[in-house]
C-alpha cells in the first residue's frame, strides 16, 4: 500500500471526487482509496499574518534604544524628544575651578562677573543692572573655551546643564526642536542655572546660505525654536546661556544680536606671559629638573594653545620615562616640542651624501637669510635628521608682533626663499625640497595685494570678504585686474627671490661653513650660527618684551614696598600722637599706688 500526504483545499469537494473514484474501482473489483483527514496547526497562518508586523516593532524598539543611548527606559521611542543635556550641581561638579585656568585674564574676568552676580545678585540690582542673558566664547580650537565652561560650572553654585551643538542634530524630523525645548523648560525649573553649548555652529548656522532646493531645512527649524527659547515673547528670567564656537563667522545674526548672547569673549592665543602661567599649571605634577626655564619654554611655544602645551608637557614626560630619567629635562622638551611639530625623527631612512649636502645646503639658507635680514625670526637650531615628511627644517622662535609692517612680511617671504636661492647658487639646480616654502611664500604675496593694500599698482584695497557672506562662484574684481594682482605677485616673489641671491652672495664664505658644519653634526644651534655669522644686529622684539615686563615687575615691588614704608610711617606717627594725647590728658588719673 501507498500512502500520499498533502494538503486541500477543500474537505468536502475532495470528497466527492474521491467517492466517484472509489465507485468505478468497486465496479472494476479493485480496492477502493482510504481516507484518513487530519486537522493541521494553525501556527503557521499566525506567524504569516503577524510575522511581519511583529518584525516592524522589534526594529523600532532597537532603533528607539539606539537613539536614547542603549536605554530602555520609559518612553523608549517616546524619549526621543527629551535633551541630552548632562546636570552639574553642587552634588556632581566638575572639580575645576579658575584657577586651573591659566592665562586668558580677560575672559576669565568677564565669566567670573556672572558667577559673581549669580552669588551675590543684590550688589549689582541694587544699582539697577541686569544679569546678562548669555555669553559666547569664541577662539581657535584648544584655547580654553571648554576649560573655561567646567571652570564655571565647578565655581557656579547653581545648576549647570552642558549640552553640545550636535545632541540637536537626529535624523527625525521635529526632534531639534523638541530637545531645545526640553532642554529649556529643564532651566526653567532648575533656575536660576546656566546653560552650556558646545560647539553651537552645528546648530546655529546661519540661515539660507544653503536653501536645499527649497525643502524644509530641520537644522532651520531647530534654529528658530533656539532663538525664540533664548529670547522670545515668553520671559527666559534665572536662565544665563553661554556657548563655545571656533566658527563665529558661520553662526546666524540673530544669534548673536544682544538680549540672546549679550557678550561675545575672544579667548585668543595665549600671549608669552599667558604660555608661563599655562606652563607652570601643567607642571605642577611633573617632576622637572631644578634648573628648567620655563620662560624660555614659553618662548619657544609661540602660537601654541594650551591644549598643545598640555600635549608638550605630558609628550616631555613620556619621552623622559622612555629613557629612565629621574626627572624631565629641557632636552626632553625640545624632543617633544620638535615631535609635535615635525613628527617623529626616522633614523631609518637612509639619505646618500650627495643629498645630504643637498639637505644642508638648502636650510643654512635659510639660516643665513634669517639672521642677516632685520625681522627674520630668532634661530633656534637648524637640522638635517628626518622628521615626518620633513627632510630638514630651521627651527625659529616666532615673533608676537601686534601690528606687523610691510618689511617684516618681505623678510619672512626672503627667508622662505633662501632654500631654494642657496640651491640655485651653490648647487646649480633646484630640488623639490623646496615646495612647502613657495606655498607659503606664495600665500604671503597675495596677502599683500589682496588684503593688506601694499601692492604698489593696487594700494590701499581689499578684494577679501571677511565676514564670509560671498558664494565663491564670483570675484570682486574685474578680469583686469585679475591680471594685474598675478604680475604683482610674480614681482613681489621674484624681487624677494632675487634679494636673498645677493644676501648669500654677500655672505657665501658664512654659508658654507654653516652647510659644512650641518654635514658635520646634522643638528647645530644658535650658538654655532652665532660663532660664524656674528652676533645679530636687531634686538629681538620678544626679549624687549621681556625687559619691559621686568622693568615693570621692578616698578610695581618699588612701589609696593614704598606703600608699605609710608603706611608704616602713618602707623608709627598715629601712635606716637596718641601716647603723646595720652600724656597730656588731664582727666587721667595717675597710677594707684599702695602706700
Known sequence: DKKIRTTIPSSDKIQDKIDGWNEKLASEGKPQIKINYEKGSDLMKVIWYFGPI???????????????????GAGGIFNVGKSKATVFDKNNGTNV????????????VEIEEIVEFLKNPQRYTELGAKIPKGALLVGPPGTGKTLLAKAVAGEADVPFLSVSGSDFVEMFVGVGAARVRDLFKQAKEKAPCIVFIDEIDAVGRARGRNPNMGSNDERENTLNQMLTAMDGFQSNNGVICLAATNRADMLDKALLRPGR?????????PELSDRVEIFNVHLRNIKCNSKLDVEQLARQTQGFSGADIANVCNEAALIAARYNKDSVDWNDFMKAIDRIVGGLEKKSRIITDEEKIAIATHEAGHATITWMTKYGNPLVKVTIVPRGRALGAAWYAPEERQIIPTQALLDTMCGLLGGRAAEDLFLGQIGTGASDDLEKCTKIARSLVLVYGMSDKLPNLNYNDSSGQEMGFTKPYSDETAKIIDAEVVRIVNEQYERAKEILRTYSKQHNEIRDLLVEKEVIFHDDVEKILGKRKWKSRTDEIIEI???????RKEKQIERASDTKKEALSNESESSDDFDDDAGTPPPFTKG
Open 97 to 108: 575651578t579658575f584657577k586651573d585656568v591659566a592665562g586668558l585674564a580677560e575672559a576669565k
Open 54 to 72: 511583529i518584525l516592524i516593532i522589534v526594529v523600532m524598539v532597537i532603533m528607539s534604544k539606539r537613539m536614547t543611548g542603549g536605554a530602555g
Open 261 to 269: 548672547f549679550d557678550r561675545q569673549i575672544y579667548v585668543d592665543l
Open 549 to 555: 615686563n621686568k622693568k615693570e615687575e621692578a616698578d
